[in-house]
């Protein structure tokens, strides 16, 4: 697998070449699932059904068992994980902290985040 290099704010960059950076196998998945969890639902124009619902299951109503499932299923639709072997998360007022423990065709991951509510 493939994927073009983002940075840590998630913005593509360029190689020392100028040309877009490329990430390859175990570090594109990482990359990718930390991508695809970022992706809100309803902020995407042309796939607003699709996306994590962290306003409605962390901020508006804390339901961290519903957050937890559409994780799951959003992190198993990434290219290249084969699953999803554990799964914690808590919020500390206005901050959600997870870690999501993953099964790729390259081996296991963990991806670690920290999302503040906006």
């Not at 699932?33 to 962290?54: F, K, N, Y």
């Not at 554990?86 to 065709?105: C, S, V």
Request: glycine share 8%; net charge negative.
């Amino acid at each position: 697998m493939i994927s073009i290099r983002a940075d840590e704010r998630r913005d593509i960059g360029l190689a020392a070449d100028g040309r877009l950076a490329l990430v390859e196998g175990l570090e594109a998945v990482t990359q990718n699932c930390l991508t695809a969890m970022s992706a809100q639902r309803g902020e995407m124009v042309l796939a607003a059904d699709e996306g994590v619902p962290t306003r409605a299951t962390v901020w508006d109503k804390y339901r961290p068992a519903i957050f937890e499932a559409a994780a799951r299923r959003t992190l198993e639709a990434v290219e290249g994980v084969t699953g999803v072997t554990g799964f914690q998360m808590n919020r500390d007022e206005n901050t959600l902290h997870y870690t999501a423990r993953i099964r790729t065709q390259y081996g296991e991951i963990a991806v670690i985040n920290r999302t503040s509510e906006t």
